[in-house]
Protein backbone atom coordinates (compact mmCIF):
# COMPACT_ATOMS: atom_id res chain seq x y z
CA UNK A 1 0.00 0.00 0.00
CA UNK A 2 2.24 2.86 -1.23
CA UNK A 3 1.61 6.38 -0.20
CA UNK A 4 0.39 8.15 -4.05
CA UNK A 5 -0.63 11.57 -2.64
CA UNK A 6 3.44 12.36 -2.40
CA UNK A 7 3.30 12.66 -5.89
CA UNK A 8 3.65 16.01 -6.82
CA UNK A 9 1.60 15.55 -10.39
CA UNK A 10 -2.25 16.46 -10.41
CA UNK A 11 -2.94 12.33 -9.36
CA UNK A 12 -2.04 12.92 -6.05
CA UNK A 13 -4.78 14.83 -5.04
CA UNK A 14 -6.78 11.68 -5.34
CA UNK A 15 -5.67 10.40 -2.37
CA UNK A 16 -4.99 10.44 1.24
CA UNK A 17 -1.73 8.99 2.70
CA UNK A 18 -2.53 5.28 3.91
CA UNK A 19 -2.50 4.63 7.54
CA UNK A 20 -2.95 1.90 9.88
CA UNK A 21 -6.28 0.56 11.00
CA UNK A 22 -6.09 1.34 15.15
CA UNK A 23 -3.64 3.97 15.70
CA UNK A 24 -3.34 5.78 12.24
CA UNK A 25 0.89 5.33 11.75
CA UNK A 26 1.42 6.17 8.19
CA UNK A 27 1.03 2.33 6.85
CA UNK A 28 4.06 2.22 4.25
CA UNK A 29 7.28 4.30 5.05
CA UNK A 30 9.52 4.86 2.69
CA UNK A 31 12.18 2.68 3.47
CA UNK A 32 9.73 0.04 2.05
CA UNK A 33 8.24 2.05 -0.08
CA UNK A 34 11.63 2.51 -1.85
CA UNK A 35 12.55 -1.18 -1.81
CA UNK A 36 9.11 -2.00 -3.47
CA UNK A 37 9.76 0.46 -6.16
CA UNK A 38 12.85 -0.90 -6.89
CA UNK A 39 11.64 -4.47 -6.96
CA UNK A 40 9.02 -3.31 -9.78
CA UNK A 41 12.05 -1.75 -11.53
CA UNK A 42 13.84 -5.14 -11.63
CA UNK A 43 10.69 -6.49 -12.48
CA UNK A 44 10.47 -4.72 -15.45
CA UNK A 45 13.98 -5.59 -16.59
CA UNK A 46 13.34 -9.00 -16.38
CA UNK A 47 10.30 -9.56 -18.50
CA UNK A 48 12.01 -7.26 -20.59
CA UNK A 49 15.07 -9.34 -20.72
CA UNK A 50 12.34 -12.11 -21.66
CA UNK A 51 10.81 -10.06 -25.04
CA UNK A 52 7.80 -9.37 -22.94
CA UNK A 53 7.24 -5.84 -20.52
CA UNK A 54 5.21 -4.73 -17.42
CA UNK A 55 2.66 -2.45 -17.60
CA UNK A 56 2.46 0.12 -14.71
CA UNK A 57 -0.77 1.95 -13.96
CA UNK A 58 -1.11 4.40 -10.96
CA UNK A 59 -4.49 4.14 -9.07
CA UNK A 60 -7.15 1.51 -7.47
CA UNK A 61 -6.76 -1.73 -9.10
CA UNK A 62 -10.30 -3.01 -8.94
CA UNK A 63 -11.28 0.40 -10.98
CA UNK A 64 -8.36 0.36 -13.10
CA UNK A 65 -8.36 -3.38 -14.00
CA UNK A 66 -11.78 -2.89 -15.24
CA UNK A 67 -11.11 -0.05 -17.56
CA UNK A 68 -8.32 -1.90 -18.85
CA UNK A 69 -10.60 -5.10 -19.58
CA UNK A 70 -13.11 -3.27 -21.53
CA UNK A 71 -10.63 -1.04 -23.46
CA UNK A 72 -8.45 -4.35 -24.39
CA UNK A 73 -11.82 -6.04 -25.26
CA UNK A 74 -12.99 -2.59 -27.48
CA UNK A 75 -10.07 -3.11 -29.38
CA UNK A 76 -10.28 -6.99 -30.17
CA UNK A 77 -7.81 -7.89 -27.99
CA UNK A 78 -8.20 -11.56 -26.21
CA UNK A 79 -6.73 -12.32 -22.65
CA UNK A 80 -6.21 -16.15 -22.83
CA UNK A 81 -4.84 -16.25 -18.96
CA UNK A 82 -4.79 -14.03 -16.40
CA UNK A 83 -2.43 -16.13 -12.96
CA UNK A 84 -2.34 -14.34 -9.81
CA UNK A 85 -1.57 -14.56 -6.39
CA UNK A 86 -4.09 -15.97 -3.71
CA UNK A 87 -4.79 -14.08 -0.57
CA UNK A 88 -5.16 -17.14 1.99
CA UNK A 89 -7.30 -15.06 4.66
CA UNK A 90 -9.51 -15.00 2.40
CA UNK A 91 -11.51 -18.01 2.66
CA UNK A 92 -12.57 -17.43 6.27
CA UNK A 93 -13.55 -14.23 5.74
CA UNK A 94 -15.76 -15.49 2.62
CA UNK A 95 -17.55 -17.71 5.26
CA UNK A 96 -17.66 -15.83 7.87
CA UNK A 97 -20.32 -13.81 7.28
CA UNK A 98 -20.67 -12.30 11.24
CA UNK A 99 -17.52 -11.30 11.41
CA UNK A 100 -18.50 -8.93 8.64
CA UNK A 101 -17.82 -5.95 9.55
CA UNK A 102 -14.10 -7.05 10.55
CA UNK A 103 -14.26 -8.52 6.65
CA UNK A 104 -14.49 -4.98 6.00
CA UNK A 105 -11.79 -3.50 8.59
CA UNK A 106 -8.88 -5.45 7.68
CA UNK A 107 -8.87 -6.90 4.41
CA UNK A 108 -10.46 -4.81 2.24
CA UNK A 109 -8.22 -3.92 -0.31
CA UNK A 110 -7.42 -7.45 -1.44
CA UNK A 111 -10.94 -8.88 -1.03
CA UNK A 112 -12.17 -5.86 -3.37
CA UNK A 113 -9.27 -6.58 -6.47
CA UNK A 114 -9.83 -10.81 -5.91
CA UNK A 115 -14.03 -10.39 -6.38
CA UNK A 116 -13.30 -7.49 -8.95
CA UNK A 117 -10.86 -9.47 -10.96
CA UNK A 118 -13.34 -12.90 -10.58
CA UNK A 119 -16.04 -10.42 -12.14
CA UNK A 120 -14.28 -9.48 -14.85
CA UNK A 121 -12.17 -12.49 -15.91
CA UNK A 122 -14.31 -15.21 -14.37
CA UNK A 123 -13.49 -18.05 -16.73
CA UNK A 124 -9.77 -17.05 -17.53
CA UNK A 125 -8.28 -16.24 -13.54
CA UNK A 126 -6.46 -18.58 -12.06
CA UNK A 127 -5.86 -17.73 -8.35
CA UNK A 128 -2.05 -19.52 -7.17
CA UNK A 129 -0.90 -20.01 -3.62
CA UNK A 130 2.46 -18.49 -4.23
CA UNK A 131 4.41 -17.44 -1.16
CA UNK A 132 4.67 -20.38 1.11
CA UNK A 133 7.61 -23.38 1.11
CA UNK A 134 4.94 -25.51 2.17
CA UNK A 135 1.98 -25.70 -0.62
CA UNK A 136 -1.37 -25.89 1.14
CA UNK A 137 -2.82 -28.54 -0.95
CA UNK A 138 0.26 -30.65 0.12
CA UNK A 139 0.07 -31.33 3.73
CA UNK A 140 -2.32 -33.52 5.44
CA UNK A 141 -4.51 -31.04 7.25
CA UNK A 142 -6.88 -27.84 6.61
CA UNK A 143 -6.12 -24.19 7.18
CA UNK A 144 -8.33 -24.85 10.09
CA UNK A 145 -6.40 -27.76 11.63
CA UNK A 146 -3.13 -26.38 11.44
CA UNK A 147 -1.52 -27.12 14.67
CA UNK A 148 -1.32 -24.30 17.03
CA UNK A 149 1.83 -24.97 18.54
CA UNK A 150 4.76 -24.38 15.91
CA UNK A 151 6.34 -27.56 17.14
CA UNK A 152 3.73 -29.23 16.42
CA UNK A 153 3.33 -28.01 13.16
CA UNK A 154 7.15 -28.47 11.90
CA UNK A 155 6.69 -32.11 13.17
CA UNK A 156 3.74 -32.81 10.74
CA UNK A 157 6.00 -31.25 7.72
CA UNK A 158 9.25 -33.03 8.61
CA UNK A 159 7.32 -36.47 8.45
CA UNK A 160 6.64 -35.67 4.78
CA UNK A 161 8.76 -37.22 2.29
CA UNK A 162 8.81 -33.92 -0.25
CA UNK A 163 7.79 -31.41 1.61
CA UNK A 164 8.78 -28.37 -1.06
CA UNK A 165 7.63 -29.17 -4.44
CA UNK A 166 10.13 -29.21 -7.61
CA UNK A 167 10.94 -25.74 -8.89
CA UNK A 168 9.13 -24.27 -12.17
CA UNK A 169 11.44 -23.79 -14.98
CA UNK A 170 11.13 -19.91 -16.25
CA UNK A 171 10.73 -19.87 -19.71
CA UNK A 172 13.46 -17.78 -21.54
CA UNK A 173 11.14 -15.90 -23.70
CA UNK A 174 7.33 -14.65 -22.77
CA UNK A 175 4.99 -13.71 -25.34
CA UNK A 176 5.26 -10.23 -26.22
CA UNK A 177 3.12 -7.28 -25.27
CA UNK A 178 0.35 -6.56 -27.78
CA UNK A 179 1.24 -2.82 -29.31
CA UNK A 180 -2.45 -1.44 -28.37
CA UNK A 181 -1.67 -2.10 -24.73
CA UNK A 182 0.91 1.21 -24.88
CA UNK A 183 -2.33 2.92 -26.06
CA UNK A 184 -4.53 2.45 -22.93
CA UNK A 185 -4.50 6.07 -21.73
CA UNK A 186 -2.36 5.92 -18.07
CA UNK A 187 -0.03 3.50 -19.93
CA UNK A 188 2.11 6.21 -20.76
CA UNK A 189 3.05 8.33 -17.52
CA UNK A 190 3.32 4.80 -15.29
CA UNK A 191 7.04 4.88 -15.31
CA UNK A 192 7.07 8.43 -15.12
CA UNK A 193 5.04 8.24 -11.58
CA UNK A 194 7.18 5.92 -10.37
CA UNK A 195 10.25 7.46 -10.51
CA UNK A 196 8.58 10.31 -9.25
CA UNK A 197 7.39 9.10 -6.17
CA UNK A 198 10.88 6.79 -5.87
CA UNK A 199 11.99 10.16 -5.53
CA UNK A 200 9.46 11.32 -3.00
CA UNK A 201 10.34 8.86 -0.97
CA UNK A 202 14.50 9.32 -0.79
CA UNK A 203 16.09 8.89 2.33
CA UNK A 204 19.53 9.35 3.61
CA UNK A 205 21.38 5.67 4.55
CA UNK A 206 22.82 5.27 7.01
CA UNK A 207 26.26 3.32 6.00
CA UNK A 208 25.50 0.50 9.26
CA UNK A 209 22.35 -0.68 8.12
CA UNK A 210 22.27 -4.69 8.61
CA UNK A 211 19.99 -4.63 5.10
CA UNK A 212 21.79 -2.16 2.84
CA UNK A 213 20.74 -3.85 -0.47
CA UNK A 214 17.91 -2.68 -3.22
CA UNK A 215 15.14 -4.26 -3.66
CA UNK A 216 14.67 -6.94 -6.79
CA UNK A 217 15.02 -10.41 -8.08
CA UNK A 218 18.78 -9.50 -8.94
CA UNK A 219 19.63 -8.26 -5.97
CA UNK A 220 17.42 -11.24 -3.96
CA UNK A 221 19.51 -14.02 -6.03
CA UNK A 222 23.01 -12.41 -5.40
CA UNK A 223 22.06 -12.39 -1.66
CA UNK A 224 20.98 -16.01 -1.66
CA UNK A 225 24.52 -17.23 -3.48
CA UNK A 226 26.71 -15.11 -1.56
CA UNK A 227 25.14 -16.30 1.52
CA UNK A 228 24.85 -19.88 0.76
CA UNK A 229 27.87 -20.33 -1.87
CA UNK A 230 30.31 -18.38 -1.40
CA UNK A 231 30.85 -17.51 2.02
CA UNK A 232 30.38 -19.64 5.07
CA UNK A 233 27.15 -17.88 6.12
CA UNK A 234 24.56 -21.09 5.72
CA UNK A 235 26.89 -23.36 7.57
CA UNK A 236 27.33 -21.31 10.40
CA UNK A 237 24.02 -19.60 10.65
CA UNK A 238 22.45 -21.69 13.93
CA UNK A 239 25.89 -20.22 15.50
CA UNK A 240 25.76 -16.01 14.24
CA UNK A 241 21.76 -15.87 13.69
CA UNK A 242 21.20 -13.91 17.00
CA UNK A 243 23.78 -11.34 16.25
CA UNK A 244 22.63 -7.88 16.03
CA UNK A 245 25.22 -5.87 14.27
CA UNK A 246 26.06 -6.24 10.37
CA UNK A 247 24.99 -7.68 7.60
CA UNK A 248 26.23 -11.17 7.72
CA UNK A 249 24.72 -12.94 10.93
CA UNK A 250 21.55 -13.98 9.71
CA UNK A 251 20.58 -14.32 5.75
CA UNK A 252 18.63 -11.15 5.35
CA UNK A 253 16.50 -13.33 2.99
CA UNK A 254 13.05 -11.97 4.94
CA UNK A 255 12.72 -8.54 2.48
CA UNK A 256 12.71 -10.02 -0.35
CA UNK A 257 10.64 -12.35 0.60
CA UNK A 258 8.24 -10.33 1.77
CA UNK A 259 8.08 -8.73 -1.58
CA UNK A 260 8.12 -11.75 -3.73
CA UNK A 261 11.70 -11.25 -5.25
CA UNK A 262 12.60 -14.47 -3.83
CA UNK A 263 10.99 -17.99 -3.19
CA UNK A 264 10.90 -19.69 -0.31
CA UNK A 265 10.97 -23.02 -2.67
CA UNK A 266 14.29 -21.58 -4.53
CA UNK A 267 16.11 -21.10 -0.94
CA UNK A 268 14.69 -25.06 -0.18
CA UNK A 269 16.25 -26.44 -3.09
CA UNK A 270 19.27 -24.37 -2.90
CA UNK A 271 20.20 -25.52 0.86
CA UNK A 272 19.52 -29.20 -0.81
CA UNK A 273 21.97 -28.22 -3.82
CA UNK A 274 24.59 -26.87 -1.00
CA UNK A 275 23.94 -29.90 1.60
CA UNK A 276 25.01 -32.03 -1.44
CA UNK A 277 27.79 -30.12 -2.71
CA UNK A 278 29.75 -29.94 1.17
CA UNK A 279 28.28 -33.55 2.02
CA UNK A 280 26.79 -32.88 4.97
CA UNK A 281 24.62 -35.34 6.81
CA UNK A 282 21.29 -33.78 8.01
CA UNK A 283 21.95 -34.07 11.84
CA UNK A 284 19.32 -30.97 13.29
CA UNK A 285 22.12 -30.10 15.42
CA UNK A 286 23.61 -26.89 16.26
CA UNK A 287 26.21 -27.32 13.51
CA UNK A 288 23.50 -28.05 11.29
CA UNK A 289 23.11 -23.80 9.71
CA UNK A 290 20.77 -25.54 6.80
CA UNK A 291 18.69 -27.25 8.89
CA UNK A 292 18.52 -23.78 11.02
CA UNK A 293 17.65 -21.60 8.32
CA UNK A 294 14.73 -24.28 7.32
CA UNK A 295 13.40 -23.94 10.77
CA UNK A 296 12.64 -20.39 10.91
CA UNK A 297 11.55 -20.59 7.31
CA UNK A 298 8.66 -22.53 8.55
CA UNK A 299 8.36 -20.47 11.05
CA UNK A 300 6.78 -18.12 7.78
CA UNK A 301 4.58 -20.62 6.75
CA UNK A 302 3.25 -21.39 9.99
CA UNK A 303 1.95 -17.77 9.95
CA UNK A 304 0.31 -17.99 6.87
CA UNK A 305 -1.23 -21.24 7.64
CA UNK A 306 -2.33 -20.27 11.18
CA UNK A 307 -3.77 -16.85 9.97
CA UNK A 308 -5.81 -18.84 7.06
CA UNK A 309 -7.19 -20.43 9.57
CA UNK A 310 -8.19 -18.37 11.99
CA UNK A 311 -8.63 -15.45 9.66
CA UNK A 312 -8.63 -11.56 10.78
CA UNK A 313 -8.17 -12.65 14.14
CA UNK A 314 -4.66 -12.34 13.86
CA UNK A 315 -5.59 -8.39 14.11
CA UNK A 316 -7.72 -8.86 17.07
CA UNK A 317 -6.37 -7.46 20.67
CA UNK A 318 -7.07 -11.05 22.14
CA UNK A 319 -5.27 -12.20 18.94
CA UNK A 320 -5.63 -16.12 17.45
CA UNK A 321 -7.77 -17.08 20.32
CA UNK A 322 -11.30 -17.05 19.57
CA UNK A 323 -13.43 -15.18 22.20
CA UNK A 324 -16.55 -16.37 20.69
CA UNK A 325 -15.83 -20.61 22.48
CA UNK A 326 -16.84 -21.75 25.57
CA UNK A 327 -13.18 -21.89 27.19
CA UNK A 328 -12.70 -18.48 26.06
CA UNK A 329 -15.75 -16.91 27.49
CA UNK A 330 -14.56 -18.55 31.26
CA UNK A 331 -11.28 -17.47 31.04
CA UNK A 332 -12.72 -13.78 30.55
CA UNK A 333 -14.24 -14.03 33.72
CA UNK A 334 -10.77 -14.72 35.91
CA UNK A 335 -9.13 -11.96 37.51
CA UNK A 336 -5.41 -12.42 36.07
CA UNK A 337 -5.93 -13.97 32.59
CA UNK A 338 -4.74 -12.52 29.71
CA UNK A 339 -8.22 -12.18 27.88
CA UNK A 340 -9.37 -9.96 30.40
CA UNK A 341 -5.87 -7.93 30.70
CA UNK A 342 -6.70 -4.18 30.50
CA UNK A 343 -3.91 -2.87 27.59
CA UNK A 344 -2.90 1.07 28.55
CA UNK A 345 -3.02 3.80 26.49
CA UNK A 346 -0.48 6.02 27.05
CA UNK A 347 0.92 8.47 23.98
CA UNK A 348 3.65 9.86 25.82
CA UNK A 349 5.26 6.21 26.84
CA UNK A 350 4.83 5.01 22.99
CA UNK A 351 6.31 8.27 21.57
CA UNK A 352 9.37 7.89 23.43
CA UNK A 353 10.01 4.01 22.75
CA UNK A 354 8.87 4.40 18.69
CA UNK A 355 12.40 7.40 18.90
CA UNK A 356 14.08 5.25 21.12
CA UNK A 357 13.89 7.07 24.30
CA UNK A 358 12.63 5.19 27.21
CA UNK A 359 16.30 5.87 28.66
CA UNK A 360 16.56 1.75 28.41
CA UNK A 361 19.94 1.81 26.28
CA UNK A 362 19.35 -1.72 25.14
CA UNK A 363 15.46 -1.06 23.84
CA UNK A 364 16.74 2.93 22.61
CA UNK A 365 19.06 1.40 20.32
CA UNK A 366 17.39 -1.19 18.74
CA UNK A 367 13.86 1.13 18.46
CA UNK A 368 17.16 3.66 16.60
CA UNK A 369 18.29 0.93 14.28
CA UNK A 370 14.95 0.46 13.28
CA UNK A 371 13.67 4.17 12.68
CA UNK A 372 17.17 4.97 10.92
CA UNK A 373 17.04 2.10 8.55
CA UNK A 374 14.07 0.10 8.30
CA UNK A 375 15.46 -3.21 9.35
CA UNK A 376 16.23 -4.89 12.93
CA UNK A 377 17.54 -8.32 14.11
CA UNK A 378 15.22 -10.69 15.28
CA UNK A 379 16.34 -10.38 18.91
CA UNK A 380 15.63 -6.87 18.89
CA UNK A 381 12.48 -7.15 17.35
CA UNK A 382 11.36 -9.43 20.42
CA UNK A 383 13.09 -7.69 23.10
CA UNK A 384 11.28 -3.99 22.14
CA UNK A 385 8.18 -6.04 21.20
CA UNK A 386 8.20 -7.39 24.65
CA UNK A 387 8.55 -3.74 26.35
CA UNK A 388 6.20 -1.76 24.98
CA UNK A 389 3.77 -5.22 26.04
CA UNK A 390 4.84 -6.49 28.95
CA UNK A 391 6.52 -3.88 30.76
CA UNK A 392 4.82 -0.76 29.31
CA UNK A 393 1.56 -3.09 29.19
CA UNK A 394 0.10 -0.92 26.15
CA UNK A 395 -2.14 -2.81 24.02
CA UNK A 396 0.82 -4.58 21.73
CA UNK A 397 -1.27 -3.35 18.72
CA UNK A 398 0.49 0.11 18.26
CA UNK A 399 3.65 -1.52 18.06
CA UNK A 400 2.80 -3.60 15.48
CA UNK A 401 1.48 -1.04 13.66
CA UNK A 402 4.71 0.59 14.53
CA UNK A 403 6.61 -1.77 13.07
CA UNK A 404 3.92 -2.42 9.89
CA UNK A 405 5.23 1.49 8.62
CA UNK A 406 8.61 0.95 9.25
CA UNK A 407 9.98 -2.82 8.59
CA UNK A 408 11.71 -2.89 5.18
CA UNK A 409 10.24 -6.87 5.23
CA UNK A 410 7.00 -5.90 6.69
CA UNK A 411 4.17 -9.49 6.35
CA UNK A 412 1.33 -9.04 8.00
CA UNK A 413 1.60 -12.79 8.72
CA UNK A 414 5.02 -12.40 10.46
CA UNK A 415 4.57 -9.64 11.83
CA UNK A 416 1.27 -9.79 13.62
CA UNK A 417 1.98 -13.51 14.23
CA UNK A 418 5.36 -12.97 16.38
CA UNK A 419 3.15 -9.88 18.29
CA UNK A 420 0.76 -12.14 19.88
CA UNK A 421 2.71 -15.41 19.46
CA UNK A 422 4.38 -17.32 22.41
CA UNK A 423 3.82 -19.84 24.03
CA UNK A 424 0.04 -20.02 22.80
CA UNK A 425 -1.64 -22.29 24.99
CA UNK A 426 -5.46 -23.16 25.22
CA UNK A 427 -6.17 -21.51 28.47
CA UNK A 428 -3.55 -18.51 27.92
CA UNK A 429 -3.28 -15.38 25.56
CA UNK A 430 0.10 -14.46 25.73
CA UNK A 431 1.13 -11.45 23.90
CA UNK A 432 4.81 -11.64 23.10
CA UNK A 433 6.50 -13.70 24.47
CA UNK A 434 8.79 -16.63 25.32
C1 LIG B 1 7.72 -8.74 16.83
C2 LIG B 1 8.28 -9.35 15.57
C3 LIG B 1 7.86 -8.89 14.33
C4 LIG B 1 8.34 -9.47 13.16
N1 LIG B 1 7.91 -9.00 11.95
C5 LIG B 1 8.33 -9.58 10.81
C6 LIG B 1 7.88 -9.13 9.55
O1 LIG B 1 7.08 -8.20 9.43
N2 LIG B 1 8.36 -9.75 8.43
C7 LIG B 1 9.25 -10.78 8.50
O2 LIG B 1 9.64 -11.30 7.47
N3 LIG B 1 9.67 -11.25 9.69
C8 LIG B 1 9.25 -10.68 10.84
N4 LIG B 1 9.71 -11.15 12.05
C9 LIG B 1 10.54 -12.37 12.07
C10 LIG B 1 12.06 -12.15 12.06
O3 LIG B 1 12.44 -11.23 13.03
C11 LIG B 1 12.58 -11.71 10.71
O4 LIG B 1 12.10 -12.56 9.69
C12 LIG B 1 14.12 -11.77 10.66
O5 LIG B 1 14.67 -10.99 11.68
C13 LIG B 1 14.61 -11.30 9.29
O6 LIG B 1 15.99 -11.40 9.18
P1 LIG B 1 16.65 -12.57 8.34
O7 LIG B 1 16.02 -12.66 7.01
O8 LIG B 1 18.11 -12.37 8.39
O9 LIG B 1 16.20 -13.85 9.19
P2 LIG B 1 16.89 -15.27 9.35
O10 LIG B 1 17.18 -15.46 10.80
O11 LIG B 1 18.03 -15.43 8.44
O12 LIG B 1 15.73 -16.30 8.99
C14 LIG B 1 15.53 -16.80 7.66
C15 LIG B 1 14.12 -16.51 7.22
O13 LIG B 1 13.21 -17.25 8.04
C16 LIG B 1 12.03 -16.47 8.30
N5 LIG B 1 11.93 -16.21 9.75
C17 LIG B 1 12.92 -16.14 10.66
N6 LIG B 1 12.41 -15.93 11.89
C18 LIG B 1 11.09 -15.85 11.74
C19 LIG B 1 9.99 -15.65 12.65
N7 LIG B 1 10.17 -15.49 13.97
N8 LIG B 1 8.73 -15.60 12.14
C20 LIG B 1 8.49 -15.76 10.81
N9 LIG B 1 9.49 -15.99 9.92
C21 LIG B 1 10.76 -16.02 10.38
C22 LIG B 1 12.20 -15.17 7.53
O14 LIG B 1 11.57 -15.29 6.29
C23 LIG B 1 13.72 -15.06 7.36
O15 LIG B 1 14.10 -14.32 6.24
C24 LIG B 1 9.26 -10.56 13.24
C25 LIG B 1 9.69 -11.01 14.49
C26 LIG B 1 9.22 -10.41 15.64
C27 LIG B 1 9.71 -10.93 16.97
Known amino acids: MIDLSKLNSRLSTDYKTPTTWNFHIERCANYRT ?36 EFLKKNDCEIHQIHT ?52 DDVDF ?23 RPLLQIPDELPAFPDIIWKFPQSEQGKDLLEELYEAFAFEKDERSAFPWPGGEDAARKRLENYLFKTDGAINYKQTRNGMIGTEY ?31 DKTGGDEDGIYWIRFE ?47 KSNNDQFNKWKVGQTGMPYIDASMRELINTGFLNNRGRQNVASYIAKDLELDWRIGAEWFESLLKDHDVYSNYGNWQY ?7 FHCLLH
Open 297 to 343: LLWRDFFRFLVAGSGNRVFHLHGFRDMSNKEAQEDLKKKNSYSNKVW
Open 422 to 428: GKYKKDL
Open 250 to 280: STKFSAYLSHGCLSPRLIWHELNRLQSQKKI
Open 85 to 136: HKEVSRTLMKRNTRKSHFMKKYAYEELVVEKELTKIWNKTIAFHHDTTMIHP
Open 142 to 164: TFEQTPKVYAHFRRRIEKMNQPV
Open 34 to 69: RFVIESVMALEKELQKRKSNLLILFGKPERLLKELS
